[in-house]
């Protein structure tokens, strides 16, 4: 999981790459919308309040397109069949025990 805390790692999210695995993620914050434009693949997409807790799920949300959550301080954006693998769910608290954070390089 990476985070992306700054506006250079928002603005950049997963542009350019050209797979999201299974056990990779990108946590967006604060985000309350995220559009899918330039991507090449479908993603999963997890909206989330200050304290971590699911407000809404977007599940194979496609290239091209444009998600938001009214309320949403996080994005997180995971593979595309992550929501259901992991019994991700409106209402649940995520936790996670370690995350690196976004490169910055210039």
């Known amino acids: 999981m990476v985070l992306a805390a700054g506006f ?14 299974d056990e990779q993620g990108l946590l967006l914050m604060p985000c309350a919308s995220v559009h899918t434009w ?8 997890v909206f989330l309040d200050r304290e971590q807790t699911v ?7 496609k290239p091209y397109g444009l998600e938001f ?3 949403a301080w996080a994005t997180l954006e995971i593979a595309a069949g992550s929501i259901a693998r992991l019994g991700i769910a ?5 936790e996670w025990s370690s995350i690196s954070t976004e490169s910055t390089a210039a």
């Open 8 to 21: 250079w790692g928002r603005l950049q999210g997963l542009l350019g790459r050209s797979v999201l695995h």
């Open 38 to 45: 330039g991507m090449r693949f479908p993603l999963d997409i």
């Open 55 to 61: 407000l809404a799920c977007r599940e194979g949300v």
């Open 69 to 71: 959550c009214r309320g």
């Open 90 to 94: 409106e209402g649940q608290r995520l």
